[in-house]
């Protein structure tokens, strides 16, 4: 738990990051991946460690600026970070979008904001076996589930995850702009939608 800035930058290919409990400072992130035209975090594995917003004072989870590819984020645990303090996010740097990466297993609880981007999107990333809970209150109600909005390429699989709350835009869940993602087999609370089957299988992208 650093005092200030970033738990732990990375800004080289081919790290294993695993296991740890990360509690980041108000201005930084648990973990900073970066990426420049030639250089940087991608084949990243972040895993198996817990990202603890410290109710709500980290500014992000992990945070990914330059649009490393083929990071890989699996089997963590991310909880109880505030508004504009989102779990994991793309943060806008005149680079591509973040590409091939895989996002798998992780839980999602007692936060505002899941997955997003600020000003980025998101380009042939998977995100699979994720649990996106809805938060009880503790901090803010969650606004953002996962947002892959931005101008990325789209092409995005987002698929056998258990979706929370509001399934739809105004409920926080947000495709690419391109209209190339994939959305169908996930496990929605919100039946009432007509991109849920009846079984609560989403059959569609989310919608307004």
Request: charged share 10%; hydrophobic share 40%; with cysteine.
């Amino acid at each position: 738990m650093p005092a200030a800035g970033d738990a732990l930058t990375i800004d080289q290919s081919g790290w294993v990051v695993d296991g740890f409990h990360f509690q980041p400072a108000a201005d930084g992130a648990g973990v900073h991946l970066t990426w420049t035209t030639g250089a940087g975090a991608e084949d990243t594995y972040i895993q198996n460690c817990f990202f603890d917003g410290r109710w709500g004072t980290g500014l992000y989870g992990i945070e990914l600026e330059g649009a490393p590819a083929n990071v890989t984020i699996q089997n963590n645990r991310f909880a109880e970070f505030s508004t504009g303090q989102p779990c994991i996010v793309v943060r806008s740097c005149n680079q591509a979008s973040p590409y091939q990466n895989h996002i798998l297993g992780n839980t999602f609880q007692e936060s505002v904001e899941y997955i997003t981007n600020i000003a980025e999107g998101y380009n042939a990333c998977v995100f699979m076996y994720n649990v996106f809970s809805t938060a009880t209150g503790i901090l803010a109600a969650t606004t953002t589930y996962i947002d892959l909005g931005g101008p990325g390429h789209g092409a995005n699989v987002v698929t056998q995850n258990i979706f929370g709350g509001d399934y739809s835009n105004t409920g926080g869940y947000t495709a690419e702009a391109a209209g190339t993602d994939n959305w169908v087999g996930n496990y929605a609370f919100d039946v009432a939608e007509a991109e849920v089957s009846v079984s609560g299988i989403t059959i569609a992208e989310p919608a307004a």
